[in-house]
T-cell receptor
Framework: QQPVQSPQAVILREGEDAVINCSSS?????VHWYRQKHGEAPVFLMILLKGGEQKGHDKISASFNEKKQQSSLYLTASQLSYSGTYFC????????????FGEGTQLTVNP | DTGVSQDPRHKITKRGQNVTFRCDPISEHNRLYWYRQTLGQGPEFLTYFQNEAQLEKSRLLSDRFSAERPKGSFSTLEIQRTEQGDSAMYLC???????????FGQGTRLTVV
């Protein structure tokens, strides 16, 4: 089953924070976050493995709550370059490493 | 450039024609995935290979679609008798295994007219 992302879209001013959520109805092995700009390939941001860890680099971090099968992506002090569509891709415990992607969250950062 | 390479980047074809796309993976990656992405949607899984073995095919992959990875290196995706509904971006991704990041190619955008 496809994970559910929320919100579908968010508009920020530069410097503001945002949270994007990803929720699955099945047991997850890992959650992968990607950002895609229009007409380009998805770019890997980070991967979270079963175990409830939190990861981050620069001003983008993420958490994975394995009990709730939920992951959240945190963008702090947003920059114009953060604009794009964010996808979570989930790997189930029996899915053989293929990813099932959500419908995406469109993030727009304005000056 | 040692990333995932896809060819062609764009393809316009008439309905009913056959098309073939190629994906060249990062050399040490044994897993190769094909996804399809339509406007406003996330990538949808089509099929994946571990080395030359095709281990899984999505129900989305009709009989008109076939993929190969003959020597465990590059892969091809062929669509026979194309339909307008096949218009999409076809993405190839490669990786080294479960719970490892996947590297996406730039995609092949197919337009069926």
């Amino acid at each position: 089953q496809q994970p559910v992302q929320s919100p579908q879209a968010v508009i920020l001013r530069e410097g503001e924070d945002a949270v994007i959520n990803c929720s699955s109805s099945k047991a997850l092995y890992s959650v992968h976050w990607y950002r895609q700009k229009h007409g380009e390939a998805p770019v890997f941001l980070m991967i979270l493995l079963k175990g409830g860890e939190q990861k981050g680099h620069d001003k983008i971090s993420a958490s994975f709550n394995e009990k709730k099968q939920q992951s959240s992506l945190y963008l702090t002090a947003s920059q114009l370059s953060y604009s794009g569509t964010y996808f979570c891709g989930t790997e189930g415990e029996t899915s053989g490493s293929r990813l099932t992607f959500g419908e995406g969250t469109q993030l727009t950062v304005n000056p | 450039d040692t990333g995932v390479s896809q060819d062609p980047r764009h393809k316009i074809t008439k309905r009913g024609q056959n098309v073939t796309f190629r994906c060249d993976p990062i050399s040490e990656h044994n897993r190769l995935y094909w996804y399809r992405q339509t406007l406003g949607q996330g990538p949808e899984f089509l099929t994946y290979f571990q080395n030359e073995a095709q281990l899984e095919k999505s129900r989305l992959l009709s009989d008109r679609f076939s993929a190969e990875r003959p020597k465990g290196s590059f892969s091809t995706l062929e669509i026979q008798r194309t339909e307008q509904g096949d218009s999409a971006m076809y993405l190839c991704a490669t990786g080294q295994g479960s719970r490892q990041r996947a590297f996406f190619g730039q995609g092949t955008r197919l337009t069926v007219v």
